[in-house]
């Protein structure tokens, strides 16, 4: 069974500009979360998307945003991308909220 | 607000030896409780996980200790392997199992 995929692999851009990030859930999951993971400030929740809904997104701005396609898959987008804004991105997915969720490996992007 | 914390931010073993790994959360309602390993440049991995209505879970090398009591959570590896080393994270299921919320982590090191 594949796990959750993600691309690409790693991101370049320059500040102001926009990056979409793309995840594939493991198979049979509806659930789709994404995180980042900047340098010394561990995991923090971004999104959820269940079902093609927006469920749920953590403590970022708006410029933040994804979608959940029908086929269950998702992606995050960052407009008026800012220095800080280079991080891991993870994406995860479960079948549903109370099961644990499976991480892909994540996006690596880097604003200069 | 809810929060995952761990108490050590490292940790050195000797191979063969056992590792224990500690975590402390504040929401005493949260009722999963996930360990996640994240090798460098890798996603978490799904390690085990626990629930509140138990105190004691064992998988191959791992057991997840949960006091609710004093709102500790401990992972114990079992014949630490040079394969153990890592990053590894507590993480907390939030009340509407909508995200999860990741203490900061602790760096496992195995010494052979």
């Known amino acids: 069974e594949a796990g959750v995929t993600q691309s690409p692999t790693h991101l370049i851009k320059t500040r102001g500009q926009q990056a979409t990030l793309r995840c594939s859930p493991i198979?049979?999951?509806?659930?789709v979360y994404w995180y980042q993971q900047a340098l010394g400030l561990g995991l923090q929740f971004l999104l959820w998307?269940?079902?093609?809904?927006?469920?749920n997104r953590g403590n970022f701005p708006p410029r933040f945003s994804g979608r959940q396609f029908p086929n269950y898959s998702s992606e995050l987008n960052v407009n008026a991308l800012e220095l800080e804004d280079s991080a891991l991105y993870l994406c995860a997915s479960s079948d549903r909220g109370n099961q644990p969720q499976h991480f892909g490996d994540g996006t690596r992007l880097s604003i200069l | 607000g809810e929060s995952v914390g761990l108490h050590l931010p490292t940790l050195s073993v000797q191979e063969g030896d056992n590792s224990i790994i500690n975590c402390a959360y504040s929401?005493?309602?949260?009722?999963?409780f996930i360990w996640y390993k994240q090798e460098s440049g890798k996603g978490p991995q799904f390690i085990i996980d626990?629930?509140?209505?138990?105190d004691k879970r064992q998988g191959q090398r791992v057991t997840v200790l949960l006091n609710k009591t004093v709102k500790h959570l401990s992972l114990q590896i079992a014949a630490t392997q040079p394969g153990d080393s890592a990053v590894y994270f507590c993480?907390?299921?939030?009340?509407?199992?909508?995200?999860?919320?990741f203490g900061p982590g602790t760096s496992l090191s195995v010494i052979p």
């Open positions: 198979s049979g999951h509806t659930s």
């Open positions: 929401n005493s309602a949260s009722d999963y």
């Open positions: 993480a907390e299921l939030g009340l509407s199992y909508d995200k999860v919320i």
């Open positions: 998307y269940d079902e093609g809904e927006e469920r």
């Open positions: 626990i629930r509140s209505n138990m």
